[in-house]
C-alpha cells in the first residue's frame, strides 16, 4: 500500500502555488481525498495577465486554469470557494473555515499576498490594486470609459498599469515616492534605465514624491502630491506592494516574519504543514553560502508554480521529502518591450555586456563575490534563459562574461552575414 493511502491533503489557497499543489500530489500518485479551500468563489486563474493583456483595449484574454468539471472529475478536488479559511488549530490538525474544521494529514498553505491599500480611500469609488480578477475587471472598464489615470508606485505592477492606460492613448501620471524606481528590485542604475521607457512613451513620470491625499467625497476627482500638486483623477490604481496573508495562522504556533517561515523543503514548524508561493519565506540552497542569500519570500509566478508542487509531494510523502532549490525569475511587459530578470538583485556589480541603455535594448549582468548571481534584459528575449542556467550552476563571473563575449560575436557575426 503506497505510505500516502487515505492521507487526507489539504491546500489553502486557490492560487496557481494551491493549484499545482492539487496537480503534483495527483501526478505523485497520492490516492487520498484532496480539499483545496479559496477566499474568492472564482476558480484558480493566471494572476500575471491581469496587469498586462487583460488590461488592453482588446479581447480580454482567458485566465482560468482549469474548468470546475476538470478539478471536480479528473482530478479529484473537492473544492470549497467563496469564503477564506479563518485559522489553524495544529493539535487537532484541522482549518478552520468559518464554523467548519477540515481535518487533514498534509496541509499545504498557499494563501499568497494582499495588495497594499491606500489609506483613507476605501469609501471612494475609482481608487483600486490589481492584484484579483476583480480588481482587474474594474479597472478595465474605467480604461474603457477614457479615466485620467494616476497610477501610486512605478514598479512593475505599477509599470504596467500605466503602460496599458497609455496604449489606449489615455493620459497617465505615474508617481514614486522614491528618487528611484525599482531599486530593492534591480538596483538603482536598471532602474533608471527602465524608466526612461516611460519617458519615452508619453507617461507622466514624478520621482522623489509621495502622495499627501486622495481626493474626492464618493468618488475620486484627484490625487494630492506632497508638493501641493493636485494631479485631477478618474482612476487611480496603487501600485505598492503586497502583504502576505497570515493574519488568520496567528496563535498558530507557525513562525511569521514577513509571510510563513519554512525550511529547505517547505516545511513549517507544525507537523504535516508546508507552505508554498508568494507567503512562504525560505532559504534558498543555490543562494545559502552568499552573503546576501538570507531568508526569502518571492512573489513570482515561476516561483509560485514550483514551490505549489514540491511542498504538495513532500506534503502526502515526507518520508521522502526535497529540498526546493531555485534561480527566481519573472518578466514584465511594458508599453512594447519585455523586461525579464532572473536571479537575486543584491549585487557588488552590475555590467551591462550586450546592447546598450541608450538604445533601449541591452543584457546587465549581476556579480556578488566572484559569481554570477542575477541578469536583466530589456528586449533580448533570448539572452536571458542562457544565464539562468549558469546561475543554477554557480557559474563564476568571468564563465558569464565568457558567454557574453561569445553571444556578442555570434550576433556580430549573423548581423554581417545578413548584411552582406
Known amino acids: 500500500m503506497p505510505p500516502s493511502q487515505g ?36 476558480l484558480p486563474y493566471d494572476r500575471p495577465p491581469l496587469s498586462k493583456a487583460y488590461l488592453d483595449a482588446g479581447p480580454v484574454p482567458p485566465v482560468r486554469f482549469r474548468e ?23 493539535d487537532a490538525r484541522e482549518v478552520l473555515v468559518g464554523d467548519r474544521r477540515i481535518g487533514y494529514d498534509g496541509l499545504v498553505i498557499a494563501t499568497g499576498a494582499r495588495a497594499r491599500t491606500l489609506p483613507g480611500t476605501e469609501h471612494l469609488v475609482g481608487v483600486h490594486t490589481v492584484r484579483t480578477l476583480d480588481d482587474a475587471v474594474a479597472v478595465r472598464a474605467a480604461l474603457d470609459a477614457g479615466a485620467r489615470t494616476v497610477v501610486v508606485g512605478a514598479g512593475f505592477i505599477g509599470s504596467e498599469v500605466a503602460s496599458g492606460a497609455r496604449k489606449r492613448g489615455l ?9 528611484t524606481p525599482l531599486v530593492r528590485a534591480i538596483g538603482g542604475e536598471m532602474g533608471t534605465a527602465l524608466s526612461a521607457l516611460h519617458t519615452a512613451h508619453g507617461t507622466d513620470l514624478r520621482c522623489g514624491v509621495g502622495v499627501e491625499t486622495v481626493e474626492g467625497t464618493d468618488r475620486v476627482t484627484g490625487v494630492r502630491l506632497a508638493d501641493g500638486t493636485v494631479l485631477a483623477a478618474d482612476l487611480v490604481v496603487a501600485g505598492i506592494g503586497a502583504t502576505p496573508q497570515t493574519e488568520w495562522l496567528e496563535g498558530s504556533g507557525l513562525t511569521l516574519d514577513d509571510g510563513i517561515v519554512v525550511d529547505e523543503t517547505l516545511a513549517t514548524d507544525l507537523p504535516g504543514v508546508y507552505a508554498a508561493g508568494d507567503v512562504a519565506r525560505w532559504r534558498n540552497p543555490l543562494f545559502a553560502d552568499l552573503p546576501t542569500g538570507g ?106 562574461l565568457e558567454l557574453a563575449e561569445k553571444r556578442n560575436a555570434a550576433a556580430a557575426a549573423t548581423q554581417a552575414a545578413g548584411g552582406a
Do not use: C
Request: hydrophobic fraction near 45%; charge should be neutral; glycine fraction near 8%.
Open 7 to 42: 492521507r487526507r491533503l489539504v491546500i489553502v489557497g486557490a492560487s496557481l502555488a494551491g493549484l499545482r499543489a492539487v496537480e503534483a500530489a495527483r501526478a505523485a500518485g497520492h490516492p487520498g481525498p484532496v480539499t483545496l479551500i479559496g477566499a474568492e468563489e472564482h
Open 68 to 90: 470546475r468539471e476538470y478539478l471536480r472529475d479528473e482530478l479529484g478536488v473537492e473544492l470549497m470557494l467563496g469564503e477564506p479559511a479563518s485559522g489553524l488549530d495544529p
Open 171 to 179: 493620459p497617465v501620471t505615474l508617481v514614486e515616492a522614491q528618487a
Open 295 to 400: 531568508p526569502m519570500r518571492i512573489e513570482h509566478w515561476t516561483n509560485a508554480a514550483e514551490q505549489g508542487a514540491v511542498a504538495a509531494r513532500n506534503a502526502v510523502a515526507p518520508e521522502a521529502r526535497t529540498a526546493y532549490e531555485t534561480v527566481p525569475y519573472f518578466w514584465s511587459d511594458w508599453y512594447e518591450s519585455r523586461i525579464q530578470f532572473v536571479g537575486i538583485p543584491a549585487a557588488d556589480e552590475i555590467r551591462v555586456v550586450s546592447g546598450s541603455v541608450r538604445e533601449r535594448r541591452f543584457v546587465a549582468l549581476y556579480r556578488t563575490g566572484d559569481r554570477l548571481t542575477a541578469a536583466l534584459t530589456l528586449d533580448r528575449r533570448a539572452d536571458v534563459m542562457k544565464y539562468r542556467v549558469q546561475i543554477g550552476r554557480r557559474s563564476s563571473w568571468e564563465a558569464a
